[in-house]
Each structure stands twice: as structure tokens, then as C-alpha cells.
């Protein structure tokens, strides 16, 4: 499941919100990339922050193309604001809430809150933790671009993509 | 924010904010002679994020500040072979311009009419202008 960077929806409310986790894992061959081992100090896996802004665009985008049951081509057009405080690390889980701001029929805004599952050390529940704001911008691509031709099947919502709605009970909302 | 006796003073000042945010603009460089696309180097996805920002500026609980589909930023000018002639658009061309955009002041356009600068007729002035005929329709 390549360049899927939530693993599940958890809450859904039409037209209004949308939120999904994904799990850290160290077995993600990319966090022995980032960052390796070097002279200086030992390997430390950390979360990109650049894929945690694809995770809140794939929850965001999401939200976006339910407007429409899925037959717009929603593309992450462009980053408002990104901002992440805290670093994620393996065996931590990241929340994307994301809000639909504004839509119109060139495309949407959202808003979006990052948050990390924190553990407590005794064995009292853990809470979520805010770590960051990511804002995005999407434009619903046949409307805009006029002149451009783009493929009749919707590429943006792939098997990948529905493989999920499903999972939350959400394919309902596709046609 | 209260919008119904702004001044056109009033309206530049929040356009400015709007054009600071959406392209990371510096306030000295937002001047109301100032093009988007050339001195701001607004890209085509910025127009979106602009009208959404406008929108949410100059929205009040009693009056919505919605903007429709090219009401700000009108599209396909050259669909319609009439409008254009040898890269210049003709007086029907100059019309449908002046209709669609009466936001905009086409005195120094008008002088060119090339259509590879019929962007530079989107300037900050041109925002702040429609934001107050729409404020005031």
C-alpha cells in the first residue's frame, strides 16, 4: 500500500470534518533514512514532517472529494502554512482533524490540526497531544487549467483510497 | 468586521493583509499599482486562495461576501475568436473586457491591448475597487 500515509478514518462529520491516524512503525523503511547513524550520534527515526504534511493532504483531500462523491479530481494545489513543534517517533500514533474551510467550484481550503498520541508512563490512559497546524489548498482540476486534458478515470481516488473509505464505512458516499 | 461604511482606505489596508497572507508578499511592495502576477508573482492557484481570503475578510453574520467562478478573475478571454486579432484583442474583445472585469481601469491596457499583458490589468487596485462596488451593490 505505497504512498498511503493514513491508515484509517476515524470520525467523519458531512460537508464539515474528517480525521485519520496513521501508525509509526518502525519497519517504515524511510525512517532509517531519516535520520541514520552517523560519527557523531546514533540513528534517530523521526516522522518527516514532509509526509506528515502528505498524511493531513490525504485526510484534507479526503474530506474534500466527498463534496462531491468522488468525481472531482482533487489536487493538493498548495500549502498555506505547515507547522510542526514536536517530532514523532516509532510506536507513536499521528491524528490529522481536518476542517473544511471554504469550497467553491475551483476548488477548497482546509484547516488542519496534527496531533501525536502520548503514552503516560504509569497505566493511566494516554491523551493526544497538539503538535501543529498544516492549511491547505486544493483545486478541483477539471474545473480549473481550461485547455488542459486530463484522463476520464479519476486517478486521485484510487483502489488505495477506497480500500480506506471502506474500511470506515465510507464507500456509501462514492459513487 | 463591520463592512458598511469602510472606506476605500479601509478596503486597501485589508486587501493588502489578504495579499501579505496569501502570497507571502512584503506590505512596502503591496502598492496600489502593483500587478499580481508580475510584481507580487502571484501563480494561477494563488487567484483561488486570494478569493477565498477576501471572502473571509469581508464577510459579515448579515451580508456575505460570496464570490462566484471568474466574477473576480474572469476566464477563457480568447475563446471567442472576435475578441482577438494578430495577439491583440479587437474593440469587441476591448468590450467583453470591460464588461466582464468593471473592477478593472483599462486606460493604460488600452494603449497595448497585446493579450500576453492582459494579466498586468489584475492589479492591487483593481481588488480593492471590486471589494468596494460589491460592498456597496
Same mark, same amino acid.
Given at each position: 500500500?505505497?504512498? @498511503?500515509?493514513?491508515?484509517?478514518?476515524?470520525?467523519?462529520?458531512? &460537508?464539515?470534518?474528517?480525521?485519520?491516524?496513521?501508525?509509526?512503525?518502525?519497519?517504515?523503511?524511510?525512517?532509517?533514512?531519516?535520520?541514520?547513524?552517523?560519527?557523531? =550520534?546514533?540513528?534517530?527515526?523521526? @516522522?518527516?514532517?514532509?509526509? @506528515?504534511?502528505?498524511?493531513?493532504?490525504?485526510?484534507?483531500?479526503?474530506?474534500?472529494?466527498?463534496? +462531491?462523491?468522488?468525481?472531482?479530481?482533487?489536487?493538493?494545489?498548495?500549502?498555506?502554512?505547515?507547522?510542526?513543534?514536536?517530532?514523532?517517533?516509532?510506536?507513536?500514533?499521528?491524528?490529522?482533524?481536518?476542517?473544511?474551510e471554504s +469550497?467553491?467550484?475551483? &476548488?477548497?481550503?482546509?484547516?488542519?490540526?496534527?496531533?501525536?498520541?502520548?503514552?503516560?508512563?504509569? =497505566?493511566?490512559?494516554?491523551?493526544?497531544?497538539?503538535?501543529?497546524?498544516?492549511?491547505?489548498?486544493?483545486?478541483?482540476?477539471?474545473? +480549473?487549467?481550461?485547455g488542459l486534458?486530463?484522463?476520464?478515470?479519476?486517478?486521485?481516488?484510487?483502489? +488505495?483510497?477506497?480500500?480506506?473509505?471502506?474500511?470506515?464505512?465510507?464507500?456509501?458516499?462514492?459513487? | 468586521?463591520?463592512?458598511?461604511?469602510?472606506?476605500?482606505?479601509?478596503?486597501? %489596508?485589508?486587501?493588502?493583509?489578504?495579499?501579505? !497572507?496569501?502570497?507571502?508578499?512584503?506590505?512596502?511592495?503591496?502598492?496600489?499599482?502593483?500587478?499580481?502576477?508580475?510584481?507580487?508573482?502571484?501563480?494561477?492557484?494563488?487567484?483561488?486562495?486570494?478569493?477565498?481570503?477576501? !471572502?473571509?475578510?469581508?464577510?459579515?453574520?448579515?451580508?456575505?461576501? %460570496?464570490?462566484?467562478?471568474?466574477?473576480?478573475?474572469?476566464?477563457?478571454?480568447?475563446?471567442?475568436?472576435?475578441?482577438?486579432?494578430?495577439?491583440?484583442?479587437?474593440?469587441?474583445?476591448?468590450?467583453m473586457l470591460?464588461?466582464?472585469?468593471?473592477?478593472?481601469?483599462?486606460?493604460?491596457?488600452? %494603449?497595448?491591448?497585446?493579450?500576453?499583458?492582459?494579466?498586468?490589468?489584475?492589479?492591487?487596485?483593481?481588488?480593492?475597487?471590486?471589494?468596494?462596488?460589491?460592498?456597496?451593490?
Amino acid at each position: 500500500m505505497r504512498w @498511503m500515509w493514513i491508515d484509517r478514518i476515524i470520525d467523519f462529520e458531512e &460537508g464539515r470534518r474528517l480525521s485519520a491516524i496513521k501508525n509509526v512503525s518502525l519497519a517504515e523503511e524511510h525512517l532509517h533514512d531519516h535520520f541514520p547513524a552517523d560519527e557523531h =550520534s546514533d540513528a534517530q527515526p523521526v @516522522m518527516p514532517a514532509s509526509l @506528515m504534511i502528505e498524511g493531513m493532504a490525504q485526510t484534507a483531500g479526503i474530506l474534500v472529494g466527498t463534496l +462531491n462523491r468522488f468525481r472531482e479530481k482533487v489536487i493538493l494545489a498548495k500549502i498555506v502554512s505547515a507547522k510542526i513543534d514536536t517530532d514523532v517517533t516509532p510506536g507513536q500514533t499521528i491524528r490529522y482533524d481536518a476542517e473544511l474551510e471554504s +469550497n467553491h467550484a475551483a &476548488g477548497a481550503a482546509t484547516n488542519g490540526i496534527v496531533s501525536r498520541w502520548v503514552f503516560n508512563s504509569d =497505566s493511566t490512559p494516554g491523551e493526544w497531544e497538539r503538535i501543529g497546524e498544516i492549511n491547505l489548498l486544493f483545486s478541483h482540476i477539471d474545473q +480549473n487549467f481550461s485547455g488542459l486534458d486530463f484522463p476520464k478515470e479519476n486517478f486521485v481516488f484510487s483502489d +488505495n483510497f477506497k480500500m480506506i473509505l471502506r474500511a470506515a464505512g465510507l464507500d456509501r458516499l462514492a459513487d | 468586521m463591520p463592512t458598511t461604511a469602510m472606506t476605500r482606505e479601509d478596503i486597501f %489596508k485589508n486587501v493588502q493583509e489578504v495579499l501579505e !497572507e496569501a502570497l507571502g508578499a512584503d506590505p512596502e511592495d503591496i502598492t496600489p499599482s502593483a500587478t499580481l502576477t508580475g510584481d507580487l508573482e502571484a501563480e494561477s492557484i494563488d487567484f483561488l486562495d486570494i478569493v477565498f481570503r477576501l !471572502e473571509k475578510k469581508f464577510s459579515t453574520p448579515a451580508k456575505p461576501f %460570496k464570490i462566484s467562478q471568474g466574477e473576480l478573475f474572469p476566464e477563457n478571454l480568447m475563446e471567442n475568436p472576435a475578441w482577438v486579432s494578430n495577439g491583440k484583442f479587437t474593440d469587441a474583445g476591448m468590450d467583453m473586457l470591460r464588461k466582464r472585469m468593471p473592477h478593472v481601469n483599462f486606460s493604460e491596457f488600452e %494603449k497595448d491591448r497585446s493579450v500576453n499583458k492582459v494579466s498586468e490589468v489584475f492589479t492591487v487596485d483593481a481588488i480593492v475597487s471590486f471589494v468596494e462596488r460589491k460592498l456597496n451593490s
